[in-house]
């Protein structure tokens, strides 16, 4: 994925996480963004399990919304109050305990709307352990 | 709401998380379980701020994703293999910086399928700031 | 439910519909509306079978989506633009051969967006058949 | 798309919807079914259109949930009774007043529960109007 027609760069985010979000340090490692789209990892912790050795579900959640946040700033640049409206997973295989990858793609980008998909999987296996789909709402649109 | 009918009551529950999520120490306060409802509440913590001085998505989504799992044990008992399939929410209002409750009431608790809507509120306002919907898959069932 | 404060009465949004979308006609029953509020039903019929007996999944969309707008229409007037962004829907029962119930609660007006509830009845039985949420986009809002 | 590792062909799927779903009739177009894939077309008519001349948002429903149906028919086989049990749509633009594609991946194809997206076009442009994810539950599974 080119950098090159992109607003904000994977270094210009991290950048703004440190100072908005000191919180995710540690939980978000932004990998790659390019026209549309953003891939992050989770990187495998002891907290992010569940009872039977998975990830969790909550860890899931917030690495995909991390992710579709981060395919939004890289396409339009620091709106810090874009928000999310809607929400929906569905989950489908049991993540192993390993680091968890997100791979996001921006299905629109309207003025005042953003929709994206995002697929997740843990590291090495093809098969994803769940799919999500989130709109944003963007201010002042 | 009547503790009578259900299988396991608030105290039951908090042994079983403490035994098997110790993580959400301090998360997740059980306030009722009753026939197919729950309520949980999110203590304020400076941790679930998102710029702007609101609680973040993620931070509900746990809460409301734990809510359900509280309801779905009460009816059924220590099922700990009980796994989300899909997690569907829409964000309302911004929340204010203070404690928000979720209030969970099961649509269907059948063999196989358990499915809730959970309604979360800012402590004191009446005003929903989210609203979700979840699908769990009972093992065995 | 009283009419008082609602923009748009049931026989103003018959008329409007009457106008606008011929097709439903026969296909939509609009009970009442009320503040954040509207009912409708859908006469059974057999094009809304589905093998086994029961009401077809997308009648019960169409219904759904019908009764949302209906219940927008009230509280803000004819505008004819306002389209569904997000539409989400849990099954839970099988319908019954009988006429579908659909009661909807707005649980947000906001000026860009409408986002609302909708509970799904089969006529004369008090469990729910089905449950939806949905976004619509307010245009000029 | 091969149709060589599929249970059922486009004209056994054909041949199925002719004898339980005869109201689809000129409905519905299974243009391929592959290996967990699916793709079906919307034919244009009057009665699809709402007002602003674009196709409604049932019809897109409709077709969608058709597809997903037709994509688990042919990994499977003949379950008639597989009924969805979640289903969410994005809309992401205004349908032109032509046919509608949709395409159907399957994400999951479990014992007792399948998952997949559908990605809906207007016929001859390659933006997406709108994307749906969808959950069967598969009987005696």
């Known amino acids: 994925m080119s950098e090159r027609t992109v607003l904000m760069t994977v270094a210009d985010i991290e950048a703004l996480f440190a100072a908005t979000f000191p ?17 992050c990892r989770l990187p495998f912790a002891n907290e992010h399990l569940r009872p039977g050795g998975t ?20 396409q339009i640049g620091p709106v810090a109050m874009a928000v999310t409206t809607n929400f929906n997973i569905n989950f489908l ?12 793609r921006l299905l629109k980008l309207g003025r005042r709307l953003a929709v994206g998909e995002i697929t997740l999987f843990s590291d090495g296996d093809p098969e994803p352990v769940a799919h999500a789909t989130s709109t944003f709402s963007i201010p002042g649109g």
Chains 1, 2, 3, 4 share one sequence.
């Open 23 to 39: 919180q995710t340090e540690g939980q978000l490692v932004i990998e790659a963004v390019g026209p549309m789209t953003a891939r």
């Open 93 to 104: 295989r049991r993540p192993a305990p390993r680091d968890v990858i997100a791979e996001c």
């Open 55 to 74: 990830i969790s579900g909550p860890s899931m959640m917030r690495l995909a919304d991390a992710t579709i946040y981060v395919a939004i700033l890289a």
